[in-house]
């Protein structure tokens, strides 16, 4: 079983439990799934961009993406409804934990001047996004074969609507939020 999970199952949901007081074990707040996307913008003239982004992003999640397509036409960027401008992972179960382990303890410490992740990127509804400006803070992406530095989206979906019971996990699985406390 991997780390993340048995910790959660052992340790982090009794406490959820107990600080919550919650009858039903449906109650409990747990992450439900974790969706990695790279959107790129370049692919409407660049198929390569989108198969570099689609590599990338399989390494990273140890799965195979898929193409995400324009909803809209816009005319300003050139892109026409149902083209393929970007590529997404959608993790559960145990790769979702072992991907959030990893990203917890091996990415994060790697992120130049890293100084925790804001409060404030909480959707109201439990849910919590990650932007990351680079691909290469990731262990799997060796640097000199990629052909392009590409931002990623992390997207963490929990199962309750309250975002301080989604904090109060994130922050017990090891998500590390700055610190209110900064003196400037």
């Known amino acids: 079983m991997n780390r993340l999970k048995e910790k959660y199952i052992k340790e982090i949901r009794p406490a959820l439990v107990k600080e919550f007081e919650l009858q039903n074990p449906y109650e409990v707040p747990m992450v439900k799934k974790v969706v ?80 925790g992740l804001p409060l404030n990127a909480f959707d109201g509804q439990g849910n919590y996004s990650i932007g990351m400006r680079e691909q290469i803070v990731f262990l799997e992406i060796e640097f000199g074969k990629i052909d392009k530095i590409r931002g990623l989206q992390i997207t963490i979906v929990t199962n309750t609507n309250s975002d301080e019971q989604a904090k109060l996990l994130l922050q017990r699985l090891g998500l590390p939020f700055e610190k209110k406390d900064k003196k400037r």
Do not use: H, W
């Open 36 to 115: 990695v996307s790279i959107g790129v913008g370049s692919a409407v003239t660049n198929k390569k961009d989108l198969e570099g982004a689609m590599s990338d992003l399989a390494l990273i999640c140890g799965q195979k993406p898929a193409f995400t397509r324009a909803k809209k036409s816009i005319a300003a960027f050139k892109v026409r409804q149902g083209n393929e401008i970007g590529t997404k992972v959608t993790l559960r179960g145990d790769r979702m934990y072992a991907f959030l382990d990893k990203l917890f303890t091996l990415v994060f410490p790697r992120v130049r001047d890293f100084q």
